[in-house]
């Protein structure tokens, strides 16, 4: 079966570069979720979007951004990058009009600062 | 402000003993509570999960408990195998004042499971 695909899967930057992380939901998944993991952390909800508006926001910085475009896929922009931002960054997908409650995980994109 | 708390970080288990993870919330406007499994360098991967409105899920080997008195919910994995090894999640999902829920999860702070062969 198709699951969540986040890429790339690894990236390193310097702090105070950009950096874009892309989501691609499974299909007829319309609604899509950003967590990050810090190191021994639990994943915080950073946004979310529901056919391609967003839907609830978190503890997202000012510095970060996001969109869901028409195809449904997701991208996650990243400014200004600190050593904090060092972390796993998941996305998870749902179908909206379902009893689906359940939220689907991509693999996640681990990001380095330096 | 830990709204959802899992206090194990960590249990040891015997191959096909029981095993009981717990988790408690605060939030009492959590109105759906979901496991995840995770593997090291994967994402979570979902388990099983309860509506507020119940008391027992169950699925196969996998059976979730809600106490809502309480604020208490439990994951039982009887009986345990060594592929269940992993950091287990436990998540809540919230709906606002009017009743709304955008679905965002709220996660502890995962309890890594290790069953012995």
């Known amino acids: 079966a198709a699951g969540v695909i986040q890429s790339p899967r690894h990236l390193i930057k310097e702090k105070r570069e950009t950096a874009t992380l892309k989501c691609y939901p499974i299909p007829r998944h319309d609604t899509v979720y950003w967590y990050q993991q810090g190191p021994g952390q639990d994943p915080q909800f950073l946004i979310s979007?529901?056919?391609?508006?967003?839907?609830d926001k978190g503890s997202i910085p000012d510095r970060f951004s996001a969109q869901q475009f028409s195809d449904y896929h997701s991208e996650l922009n990243m400014s200004s990058l600190e050593l904090g931002d060092s972390a796993l960054y998941f996305c998870?997908?749902?179908?909206?009009?379902?009893?689906?409650?359940?939220?689907?995980f991509g693999p996640g994109t681990r990001l380095t600062v330096l | 402000d830990q709204q959802v708390k899992q206090n194990s970080p960590s249990l040891s288990v015997q191959e096909g003993r029981i095993s009981i993870l717990n988790c408690d919330y605060t939030n009492s406007m959590f109105d759906y509570f979901l496991w995840y499994k995770k593997y090291p360098a994967e994402g979570p991967t979902f388990l099983i999960s309860i509506s507020s409105i119940k008391d027992k899920n169950e699925d196969g080997r996998f059976t979730v408990f809600l106490n809502k008195s309480a604020k208490h919910l439990s994951l039982h994995i009887v009986p345990s195998q060594p592929g269940d090894s992993a950091v287990y999640f436990c998540?809540?999902?919230?709906?606002?004042?009017?009743?709304?829920?955008?679905?965002?999860?709220?996660f502890g702070q995962g309890t890594i499971l290790t069953v012995h062969p």
């Open positions: 998540a809540a999902r919230g709906v606002n004042a009017g009743g709304t829920s955008y679905g965002k999860l709220t």
């Open positions: 998870a997908t749902r179908p909206a009009f379902s009893s689906y409650n359940e939220q689907f």
């Open positions: 979007f529901y056919e391609k508006m967003q839907s």
